[in-house]
T-cell receptor, first 116, second 119 residues
Framework: DTGVSQDPRHKITKRGQNVTFRCDPI?????LYWYRQTLGQGPEFLTY????????KSRLLSDRFSAERPKGSFSTLEIQRTEQGDSAMYLC??????????????FGQGTRLTVV | AQKITQTQPGMFVQEKEAVTLDCTYD???????LFWYKQPSSGEMIFLIY??????QNATEGRYSLNFQKARKSANLVISASQLGDSAMYFC????????????????FGKGTLLTVNP
């Protein structure tokens, strides 16, 4: 399978615990994105990497959230001291550079987080 | 103001019929791209079709076509000959070109339309 893969697919955690999600992008893609999708909403942008550099973080990403992309390959998204409001689907996407506007982003199947 | 508006929370269509899903957008950037994605219950966002702001013709991809009306800022998705497997959430999204100061890499999504295809 050469698509974007995310692990785990589902995570249930107690409030206050830390969680970490992993995303493996399509191998030749140098751009990687994280989005969050809550029930009944479309995905909302969280952060963006160009290779290993994190170039933008949304205001949605509080200090409890941290994302990394070491060596410009896979990425991790960590949430510390989880809150019930963090319950959502976390989607990872990757793409080539937008050298042309129609370069689409390819999404993984997401990690569904439930904080109890 | 919402950048992407999808006014139909849910739509029903009979198998083999055509259906139009509405999308309006708001941007001051002259360069932008409009995307439609399908999200089945499995969660993955599947790219369907793209329309660029400078494209003269409406985009088509198999059974999918995009009715692009630039002056009205609308980019409706038309699915012809609906199939049971088309039942899913459909999202309209926009990427702005960055000429007005916004970023040119992130997608802004609407709230989606849940399409149900009846046999």
């Amino acid at each position: 399978d050469t698509g974007v893969s995310q692990d785990p697919r589902h995570k249930i955690t107690k409030r206050g615990q830390n969680v970490t999600f992993r995303c493996d992008p399509i191998s030749e893609h140098n751009r990687l994105y994280w989005y969050r999708q809550t029930l009944g909403q479309g995905p909302e942008f969280l952060t963006y990497f160009q290779n290993e550099a994190q170039l933008e973080k949304s205001r949605l990403l509080s200090d409890r959230f941290s994302a990394e992309r070491p060596k410009g390959s896979f990425s991790t998204l960590e949430i510390q001291r989880t809150e019930q409001g963090d319950s959502a689907m976390y989607l990872c996407a990757s793409s080539l550079d937008w050298t042309v506007m129609n370069t689409e982003a390819f999404f993984g199947q997401g990690t569904r987080l439930t904080v109890v | 103001a919402q950048k992407i508006t999808q006014t139909q929370p849910g739509m029903f269509v009979q198998e083999k019929e055509a259906v139009t899903l509405d999308c309006t957008y708001d941007t001051s950037d002259p360069s932008y791209g409009l995307f439609w994605y399908k999200q089945p219950s499995s969660g993955e966002m599947i790219f369907l079709i793209y329309q660029g702001s400078y494209d003269q013709q409406n985009a088509t991809e198999g059974r999918y076509s995009l009715n692009f009306q630039k002056a009205r800022k609308s980019a409706n998705l038309v699915i012809s000959a609906s199939q049971l497997g088309d039942s899913a959430m459909y999202f309209c999204a926009m990427r702005e070109g960055g000429l007005s100061g916004g970023s040119n890499y992130k997608l802004t999504f609407g709230k989606g339309t849940l399409l149900t295809v009846n046999p």
